[in-house]
């Protein structure tokens, strides 16, 4: 590394005497990027890095700040929030009134990993699901496009094969290596990947192909740059689908959580009972409704 | 997700309305934050997070910066970076004057998304693995205690089911939540998972449960702890497992690339074909080995 072969010579440096030749790499998740440029007759590699947040005084920075906001559905908002000039360096989401599942949402909790048999969803997943009644209004708002429709990217009015397809909240739809959708079935009631079967194939090769259709034309991103998959366990019981740039690291991405749609067409051609079957494996954290059903039937020791 | 019982009313928000109650989440990698506070007297949640470089405007945004200097050795010199302010928000690494060599180990390769069905794997992946003539020589010396001999955590000298695990080279053998062991089969010509069949259920299930009680006795680390899985592709051809602490991100740990040993135990036993049957997905990059044999059939339009 520390190939030094020409003398180097103290200077001082300003980002103003650099000039940039090539974007040699780009991380949206670690907010990170390497760039090749010239400082003065010479070759130069930068390594540019967001700084984490310093916590003692993140009260103090906050209140230097003035914010944008960019989208508001029912509870959530998202905001530009800038400290100072007029390009806004960080973004927030902000739930009011937040409730305190949202707050231990949103907490960092201990994780168990859960190998959850077809018995232990039977007696108890789908209990806890049906007993926790999640509101789905929002997501009913977009599908019957109440909010958001100005965003929608792909849409498919069919009741049974169809879908409306959105960016997630993560995305700022301007980096396209960053991009992150979110395809949501019109048909209600099913809850996650445990419920597909055979029936449900049109449905899941129409949001595959509408979906890269559409990607492709808005977007220019192919296929093979897409990460398609489900989550389990997801965080809401109406069945969608993410599709994340394979650049972006996304969160949910671990073997542990995500499910690529390709494998569960797959799955589901080779014997339709297969999730109906499958023992599937996820983490599930202290304090989320699932680790208290779980810990009610004694299965962690 | 979305429980709004109560009305909402809209408003108009500010970080100077909003007081901390407690730090729920702190991603530093990720440069994110999550905050328990109040505004007015509702309780709230605010995700808070840097912003990805946004590349076309990113020259200009650096001509409006400062920097001071952090660290200066040879050619590499670090600095804060402040936009604005008192606070600096970024960080940067610069290389000056920078070789061939820094440029391209600083670069990304570009990334593909490959669906190896059986027949590319016969006629593509296959001969490219046999065509390069890896050496496991390396490999060879561990299970037969040339080298990290004083190193292994298990072992079992079964020539038919046996495995050595040692640490892998990232984890410092201190911090257990960030806890990495292999597990390196005795067994020769088993590639990757691939290869496996209903004959190889033995050694999966010998290398799970005798690997797990290693672990439980020498680190007391639960199963319920452990992300346990192979790498498809893997990075070379003699079978091994990856354990890893569930609170690590490891790199490779994308539904893109690990499979969990638990899963393929699991679809071996419902199909003894599973694995000589499966398209598999992966991604391969620019100048990889299976990029050029991909490329060479004209698999990428």
Chains 1, 2 share one sequence.
């Not at 019957?144 to 009741?159: C, G, L, M, N, Y």
């Not at 542990?256 to 749609?261: G, I, M, S």
Request: one cysteine or more; glycine letters at 2%.
């Amino acid at each position: 590394d520390g190939d030094s072969s020409s003398a180097v010579v103290p200077f001082s440096f300003a980002f103003s005497d650099f000039k940039l030749v090539k974007v040699l790499r780009e991380d949206a998740r670690g907010k990170l990027v390497t760039l090749h440029g010239t400082v003065g007759d010479k070759d130069a590699v930068v390594v540019l890095e967001r700084k984490a947040f310093d916590i003692p005084v993140l009260e103090e920075c906050l209140q230097q700040t003035t914010v944008k906001e960019t989208l508001q559905n029912d509870v959530y908002s998202t905001f530009d929030v800038y400290s100072s000039g007029s390009i806004a360096h960080m973004k927030a989401t902000l739930i009011h009134p937040a409730t305190e599942k949202h707050i231990s949402k949103y907490s960092d909790r201990e994780p168990f990993i859960v190998r959850e048999t077809p018995e232990l969803y039977r007696s108890v997943v789908l209990p806890s699901i049906q007993e926790n009644k999640f509101s789905f209004q929002w997501v009913y708002n977009i599908l019957e496009k109440k909010t958001e429709s100005e965003r929608i990217v792909a849409e498919d009015p069919d009741p049974e094969v169809g879908f409306v397809m959105v960016p997630d909240m993560k995305w700022n739809r301007e980096n396209v290596e960053s991009l992150y959708l979110i395809a949501i079935v019109h048909r209600r009631g099913i809850r996650s990947i445990r419920d597909l079967r055979q029936e449900h194939l049109p449905l899941l090769e129409n949001i595959l192909n509408k979906g890269l259709a559409a990607i492709e034309e808005k977007f220019s991103v192919k296929a093979d740059k897409l990460r398609i998959y489900f989550h389990y366990q997801p965080s809401y019981y109406h069945l969608h689908v993410h599709f994340t740039h394979v650049k972006f690291e996304a969160p949910g991405t671990d073997a542990l959580r995500a499910h690529l749609l390709e494998d569960v067409i797959d799955n589901i051609k080779m014997n339709s009972e297969f999730y109906n079957l499958k023992t599937l494996s996820y983490i599930v954290r202290e304090h989320d409704a699932l680790y208290y059903a779980f810990q009610d039937k004694k299965y962690f020791v």
